[in-house]
């Protein structure tokens, strides 16, 4: 069975960068999986997942959709198979929540064609999902951060692409905030066996919600696998550089970091 | 505080009171009345200048053969109108690209090189082929399309897409190069200053119907894509990784739109030479008084930008009438002050 995304010995540096920031990544996501990537600040996450979502040209290797080279797919029928959402997406102002999440119909719609009955529906189940039903016609710019975080990601899920990729989707939220997205993530991987790969920095969360984790170390994948392989001691001390421990706490993982692994050496 | 109003001027007042709170409930109906403005504004302009004529009058003026004023309607005044429309217009939409295309409220066309690149030509032209007038607007096109051709070439050519800022510095330093060539220019050959003058202030002064039919195919050209293109317009608005993320292909659509933009531009520059203003602020107005999407403001766009040019060219030629002032030093002196009030009050 052949992946439904599928990096290939990815070499990446950025447009005029002088050295590869990513080097030989081979990862898989298989359909209806959620994958995290997790790692220190630097360590290639963000590049990676740009790679995966044509956004940057790989230096070497390539990314595969269904066994097809990304470079050869058109932009538009890229976008109806892989939705991608940055960090700091930037909003127009005076743009209304609809009017956002209308965007992410732009790959469903021809050119001069009005928004369809399945566009408008598709709209109004990504507002519900992302519990936005109150504010869809409220500018983007008057909303607080986490309902703009929502309103985004609510964009995404109306491409009804088969996997996303989401760059830091908790980042900047609060607690509260930082739960209700990753629920409602999982909610749409269970319901629409939609494909998810996750830039995460909490560890905590990552085995929360994936599948399995990918951890990236200096431009390399230092492992992949499920959550509770994936973080351990031992991958905090050679990633993290500090001294953990890792418990089941009722199911759930906790990261206890206790200090630097190398007590000389300190934060 | 209140400022109370003298009794006759109440009921007008009041009537247009009502007229805004219907627009800003609709902001589709903004089109109408802007189109209603210019209706008026044309009407109001070819009842004035040397043999004025009451407005009531224009329509039995244009249409009788035997009413004294209707060759001069038609052949000097009607043209000019039409004219100033269509400059207004071309000038307007493609400061809408512009400041879509670099997502940057003050970028207008001048911004790829069009202005210098087309003040260039038409000096040289001036200098070197004096006795050959009938070719200033052409060279002046071509100047402007070349320019700009260089600025988008230096700003998106490469491997990957480097955003809009690289279209501002390109632009920025294509612009000093030409200027400085146009100083050059004026400085050598000063003599023959005054027939630059008038091409770098911006005027509609002698405009006839040739000038209409030059500008009128790069105008139809570029508002008519640009009407196509709503869509791709409103997701450049988005950041570039987003706007690829959903399926644009963002480099091709920011040259294409910076291209409709340029031939918009040139269009306008070669027949009325470096008319500001109207490119930078009229997108500005209609964003704050429609919102940023294409669909509903660019019409509102090119429809208040020639309302505007037509008014402003009415007053030029007749508020110290005979003499003719600038068309375009007459824009930034009214339209100026009115968008600072805007703001104010927006902002306040």
């Not at chain 1, 700091?88 to 732009?106: A, I, K, Y």
């Not at chain 1, 986490?146 to 009804?160: D, N, S, T, Y």
């Not at chain 2, 030059?214 to 409103?234: E, N, T, W, Y």
Request: net charge positive; aromatic share 4%; proline share 6%.
């Amino acid at each position: 069975m052949t992946a439904l995304l599928e990096a290939r010995r990815l070499h990446l540096r950025h447009p005029r960068g002088e050295r590869d920031v990513v080097r030989d990544v081979s990862l898989q996501i298989g359909r209806g999986e959620i994958v995290a990537l997790v790692g220190p600040n630097g360590s290639g996450k963000s590049t990676t997942l740009a790679a995966l979502g044509g956004g940057l040209v790989p230096r070497e290797g390539e990314v595969l959709v269904d066994g097809v080279d990304l470079r050869r797919i058109a932009r538009r029928k890229l976008a109806l198979r892989v939705a991608r959402l940055p960090q700091e997406p930037l909003c127009p102002e005076g743009l209304t929540v609809s009017d956002l999440v209308l965007c992410g119909r732009h790959p469903h719609r021809g050119m001069l064609e009005m928004p369809r009955h399945e566009d408008r529906h598709a709209v109004s189940a990504a507002i519900r999902t992302m519990g936005l039903a109150d504010l869809r016609h409220r500018r983007v710019e008057t909303l607080s951060g986490g309902e703009r975080r929502r309103a985004w990601i609510a964009m995404v899920l109306a491409q009804r692409a088969e996997v996303l990729l989401l760059d830091e989707p908790t980042a900047a939220l609060d607690v509260r905030h930082q739960h209700e997205v990753l629920d409602l993530l999982v909610r749409v991987n269970r319901e629409q066996g939609t494909s998810i790969v996750l830039v995460l920095h909490d560890l905590e969360h990552a085995a929360r919600v994936a599948h399995r984790v990918a951890v990236m170390h200096r431009g390399r994948l230092y492992h992949a696998g499920p959550p509770r392989q994936a973080i351990v001691p031992d991958m905090l001390r050679d990633v993290f550089a500090v001294a953990a421990r890792v418990d089941d706490d009722d199911g759930r993982l906790r990261v206890r970091v206790d200090g630097p692994a190398d007590p000389e050496r300190r934060f | 505080m209140r400022i109370r109003l003298p009794g006759v001027l109440a009921r007008p007042v009041a009537r247009l009171a009502m007229l805004r709170t219907l627009v800003e409930a609709r902001p589709e109906l903004w089109a109408g009345v802007l189109a209603a403005g210019l209706a008026v504004a044309c009407v109001l302009s070819l009842a004035v200048g040397a043999a004025r004529l009451p407005a009531s009058d224009v329509p039995r003026a244009l249409i009788s053969s035997a009413h004294p004023l209707h060759a001069v309607l038609w052949e000097v005044r009607l043209p000019r109108i039409v004219t100033a429309a269509l400059v207004g217009a071309s000038l307007a939409v493609a400061g809408a690209l512009m400041q879509t295309v670099v997502r940057n409220p003050l970028a207008d066309p001048s911004l790829i090189g069009v202005s210098a690149g087309a003040g260039v030509a038409a000096l040289l032209g001036i200098v070197l082929l004096p006795e050959i007038a009938l070719l200033l607007p052409f060279l002046a096109f071509f100047g402007a399309m070349a320019s700009s051709a260089v600025v988008l070439f230096a700003a998106e050519s490469g491997p990957q897409t480097k955003g809009p800022l690289r279209i501002i510095l390109a632009g920025v330093a294509v612009q000093s190069i030409l200027f400085a060539c146009v100083a050059l220019i004026t400085f050598l050959f000063a003599d023959r200053a005054p027939a630059f003058v008038g091409f770098t202030v911006g005027s509609l002064s002698g405009c006839g119907w040739r000038e209409a039919g030059i500008v009128l195919l790069p105008a139809a050209i570029g508002i008519g894509l640009a009407l196509l293109s709503v869509r791709p317009l409103d997701l450049l608005l988005l950041d570039d990784d987003s706007a690829g993320g959903v399926g644009l292909s963002v480099r091709r659509t920011r040259v294409v739109m910076s291209c409709l933009a340029g031939i918009l531009a040139a269009g306008a520059v070669s027949v009325a030479g470096l008319v500001g203003f109207v490119g930078l602020i009229v997108p500005n107005w209609v964003r704050i008084l429609i919102g940023p999407e294409h669909a509903r403001s660019l019409v509102p766009c090119a429809l208040g930008g020639a309302a505007l040019v037509v008014i402003a060219d009415a007053l030029a030629r007749t508020v110290v009438a005979p003499l003719e002032l600038p068309v375009g030093a007459l824009l930034a002196l009214l339209g100026g002050p009115y968008f600072l009030v805007i703001l104010w009050r927006r902002v306040g």
